[in-house]
């Protein structure tokens, strides 16, 4: 952990070993919490860095890439805390996710650099990544250990 806040966030595992992405910790809560563990090697953290995604996701070339590219050059990335801000929310166009069950929603990929190796085997949002994730993010541009989010700019 760095000796002071650079803006990184963490995550802690919980008793399961799973990482807890339901609560993000800011460097001073984190360090805190490593202290009120103090010397016990089964505590870890997660440092975490959002970026909205540059690359350009194809949909097959169907229109759905042009939308969702004119998102991402239309969002600026805010994250102050545990709170992904976007703004720009007006611009964004309204598309069916990637994974239609979820539905349409002004959506927009976020890069979220989880700082470990590989993604294999960590839980995100109550789901357990496996090799089909790293080859979404993969395929969107994005090196080892980073997850492809797709998420609802209007919920962030």
Do not use: C
């Not at 008793?15 to 809560?29: A, C, R």
């Not at 089964?42 to 998102?71: A, C, G, M």
């Amino acid at each position: 952990m760095p000796a002071e806040d650079n803006g990184e966030r963490y995550y802690f595992k919980n008793e399961s070993g799973q990482i807890d992405t339901k609560n993000v910790l800011t460097w001073t809560e984190a360090k805190a919490k490593l202290d009120e563990y103090e010397q016990d090697d089964s505590v870890s953290y997660l440092p975490l860095k959002v970026t909205k995604l540059i690359n350009t996701i194809d949909f097959d070339e169907s229109e759905t890439t042009e939308q969702s590219q004119e998102n991402q050059n239309n969002i600026i990335v805010d994250v102050h805390g545990n709170i992904v801000k976007m703004v720009s929310l007006d611009e964004l166009n309204t598309f069916i996710s990637p994974n239609p069950d979820d539905g349409e929603a002004k959506w927009v990929a976020l890069d979220i650099d989880t700082g470990l190796e590989t993604i294999v085997g960590v839980t995100w949002n109550g789901y357990p990544l496996d090799a089909n994730d790293v080859i979404k993010a993969s395929s969107a541009g994005l090196p080892a250990g980073h997850i492809l989010f797709w998420a609802k700019a209007n919920s962030l």
